[in-house]
């Protein structure tokens, strides 16, 4: 599952990016009503540990013009304890996409959470000629 996090503030004498908000990607999981992912520990969203961030999921169906948006506010915190390192990475690994090392667990902790779901008033119509 592929979703993106998004710095909203930076932290105390944190600097995430040159205009502090970026949007990056994320395969994630969601566990006990949290947002869980792994990172490198360099990652952007690593310097943003202790700020609020948004984290968003869509879904779009272009042949039936439907689609839903999921968009979540809250603070991100880096896992830190050892124990529950080794629990997500055996029950909760979101397998991430891109290659290295990436052991930096990372779980955002929900303050508010928005959605939204479009569909056209009437079913598209399709064109039956061949």
């Known amino acids: 599952m592929l979703g993106h996090a998004v ?24 566990l006990d009503a949290t947002i869980v992912f792994r990172i490198t520990a360099d990652n952007t969203l690593a310097k943003a540990e202790g700020g609020d961030v948004a984290f968003e999921v869509d879904q779009l169906d272009e042949v039936f013009a439907t689609g839903w948006s999921v968009l979540v506010n809250g603070i991100v915190r880096i896992v830190h304890d050892e124990e529950a390192e080794r629990w997500l990475g055996l029950h909760a690994d979101p397998d991430p996409w891109p290659g290295g090392d990436r052991e930096t667990w990372m779980r955002i902790h929900p303050m508010g959470i928005s959605s939204r779901v479009v569909r056209p008033e009437e079913p598209p119509l399709h064109d ?3």
């Open 7 to 30: 710095p909203r503030r930076r932290g105390p004498g944190r600097s995430v990016g040159p205009r502090e908000l970026v949007a990056l990607p994320v395969n994630y999981r969601v």
């Open 128 to 130: 039956n000629r061949t």
